[in-house]
């Protein structure tokens, strides 16, 4: 084993998605050569289901991914308030009344607190806690959810509102404050409590942010978030139009639209391109010149238009723009493509680390900063970057990937509010391990270590990260700006 590479070094080195990894798989999905989680298999089989709780092992649990025609939960959603020690009002507030109303007209039964007798699996829970004025307001988070989590179906989710502390309205106390931060230490633990592939989020809300709850619970609640658990989606004043005819659109929320895709020949890019296709957009698929028989035969495959583009190229920018003005203009940009130049820094050359930089996050700079500027980007206008959990955590051996990724995450934040001026926002992706072929070269034991260290116990797959690029894509989202949302089945590492 290469000096200071350790199982969990590399691990981790399995699991960073783009040009590098997605160049190893073989179709859309990206997972057709994936190695076998034998594992999960095993933790599933008969044999197994009896010996693996005794012996107090990882209990990966199958994910309730979506599929068509499924119903946003496996079983009715119970909102709630907070529930008062010694008992007394626990109906939700104004967000947890908008959240119902929202479940309701998902087509999800909605449970208040006087509907629930105790006895219905429960295929999610809303916990409006946004009325939490001080420390001691959070004991009502215990009547709130002790009673009811052995009844959470498999693969259910648990999402908690409360209120963004760093906006909160003018005259707010610290103990508000207080209280509302508290939230985050809580949502993440119980994350890390469910088990059986259930997943609990936490929704800040701030300004009009509320108008966007219908969009992030038809995510959160539903099988599109499966690989997702642990993490912070924040709500906040729409950036353009919500769409009146959302629901309306049904599978389709991108009919309509034109998304670009970059390192999009295999793996995540072509699971990406892939989804938002079948999700109603217009898809071009971008790749370097070495991939272009790939990239046609994924394009004809996916029903999308093939674009040979070196994303580095000092040309790139201006070509980017022709193509967007062949199709008039883009609605949706995915920055995908993406390298790895792994070594220990002592033993990299300027030349590997700059490459790394170059197309993983100068590229995407310069092509979103064109795009802005010369108004290619429409108005409710998508741009996601894919960032990851070593831009997060930081990895041993991978110094200019790191930095590159967590460029990606400075990225966001600084082009969100300019994309906001013309009615546009800017998010990223930070996947963890994803089963791809290139997790497949990653010796057995590290591989191991890579799908256990999280909540969720195993890999994800290559569609768990387009799941998310979607939703951003979506113009139901519009209240999310300047975010980056971790798809790793809240990995053990990071925040």
């Given at each position: 084993m290469q000096r200071g590479s350790g199982p969990l070094t590399g691990a981790l080195r399995g699991v960073l998605p783009g040009r590098t990894g997605a160049a190893a798989s073989s179709g859309p999905s990206g997972d057709d050569d994936a190695p076998a989680d034998r594992y999960a298999d095993f933790a599933r089989s008969a044999l197994g289901r009896k010996v693996v709780p005794g012996l107090g092992l990882p209990d990966p649990a199958p994910l309730r991914r979506d599929a068509p025609g499924a119903p946003l939960a496996p079983g009715p959603v119970l909102v709630t308030g907070l529930v008062p020690v010694g008992g007394g009002d626990a109906a939700p507030r104004d967000a947890g009344a908008a959240a119902a109303a929202a479940v309701a007209a998902a087509g999800a039964r909605v449970l208040l607190p006087g509907d629930d007798d105790g006895t219905e699996r429960l295929g999610g829970v809303v916990v409006d806690a946004t009325a939490a004025r001080s420390p001691a307001d959070l004991v009502g988070l215990v009547g709130a959810l002790a009673p009811r989590l052995r009844r959470l179906a498999r693969g259910a989710h648990v999402v908690v509102l409360g209120l963004d502390p760093d906006r909160l309205p003018d005259g707010a106390d610290a103990a508000t404050r207080v209280a509302q931060r508290a939230l985050e230490g809580f949502t993440r633990s119980l994350g890390k409590e469910v088990g059986g592939g259930r997943t609990v989020q936490l929704v800040l809300l701030s300004g009009g942010g509320a108008a966007g709850l219908g969009g992030a619970l038809r995510f959160l609640l539903s099988g599109r978030s499966a690989f997702v658990s642990g993490q912070v989606v924040r709500?906040?004043?729409?950036?353009?139009?919500?769409?009146?005819?959302?629901?309306?659109?049904?599978?389709?929320?991108?009919?309509?639209?034109?998304?670009?895709?970059?390192?999009?020949?295999?793996?995540?890019?072509?699971?990406?391109?892939?989804?938002?296709?079948?999700?109603?957009?217009?898809?071009?698929?971008?790749?370097?010149?070495?991939?272009?028989?790939?990239?046609?035969?994924?394009?004809?495959?996916?029903?999308?238009?093939?674009?040979?583009?070196?994303?580095?190229?000092?040309?790139?920018?201006?070509?980017?723009?022709?193509?967007?003005?062949?199709?008039?203009?883009?609605?949706?940009?995915?920055?995908?493509?993406?390298?790895?130049?792994?070594?220990?820094?002592?033993?990299?050359?300027?030349?590997?680390?700059?490459?790394?930089?170059?197309?993983?996050?100068?590229?995407?700079?310069?092509?979103?900063?064109?795009?802005?500027?010369?108004?290619?980007?429409?108005?409710?206008?998508?741009?996601?970057?894919?960032?990851?959990?070593?831009?997060?955590?930081?990895?041993?051996?991978?110094?200019?990937?790191?930095?590159?990724?967590?460029?990606?995450?400075?990225?966001?934040?600084?082009?969100?509010?300019?994309?906001?001026?013309?009615?546009?926002?800017?998010?990223?992706?930070?996947?963890?391990?994803?089963?791809?072929?290139?997790?497949?070269?990653?010796?057995?034991?590290?591989?191991?270590?890579?799908?256990?260290?999280?909540?969720?116990?195993?890999?994800?797959?290559?569609?768990?990260?387009?799941?998310?690029?979607?939703?951003?894509?979506?113009?139901?989202?519009?209240?999310?700006?300047?975010?980056?949302?971790?798809?790793?089945?809240?990995?053990?590492?990071?925040?």
């Open positions: 709500l906040a004043d729409p950036v353009g139009d919500l769409p009146d005819d959302d629901l309306a659109r049904g599978s389709r929320p991108l009919e309509g639209r034109t998304a670009l895709v970059t390192g999009a020949a295999r793996g995540i890019g072509a699971a990406t391109a892939q989804l938002l296709a079948a999700r109603g957009a217009r898809v071009v698929l971008a790749d370097v010149p070495a991939a272009a028989d790939v990239l046609a035969a994924t394009a004809r495959e996916v029903g999308g238009e093939p674009f040979v583009l070196d994303v580095t190229s000092d040309l790139a920018p201006d070509r980017l723009g022709e193509r967007a003005d062949a199709v008039g203009g883009l609605d949706v940009v995915v920055h995908n493509a993406g390298i790895t130049r792994d070594r220990r820094l002592r033993n990299m050359r300027p030349d590997a680390f700059a490459s790394v930089l170059e197309v993983n996050v100068a590229a995407p700079l310069r092509l979103t900063e064109h795009l802005l500027a010369t108004g290619r980007l429409h108005r409710g206008g998508r741009v996601v970057g894919v960032s990851s959990l070593a831009g997060i955590a930081g990895n041993d051996g991978q110094t200019s990937y790191a930095a590159s990724k967590a460029g990606v995450i400075g990225l966001v934040d600084a082009l969100a509010p300019r994309a906001a001026e013309v009615g546009a926002t800017v998010n990223a992706v930070a996947p963890g391990f994803v089963e791809t072929r290139m997790t497949a070269a990653v010796p057995a034991l590290n591989r191991q270590l890579g799908r256990r260290l999280s909540s969720l116990g195993q890999g994800g797959l290559p569609v768990d990260v387009a799941e998310v690029v979607a939703w951003f894509a979506e113009p139901a989202s519009a209240a999310v700006n300047g975010q980056v949302l971790r798809v790793c089945g809240q990995n053990l590492l990071g925040a």
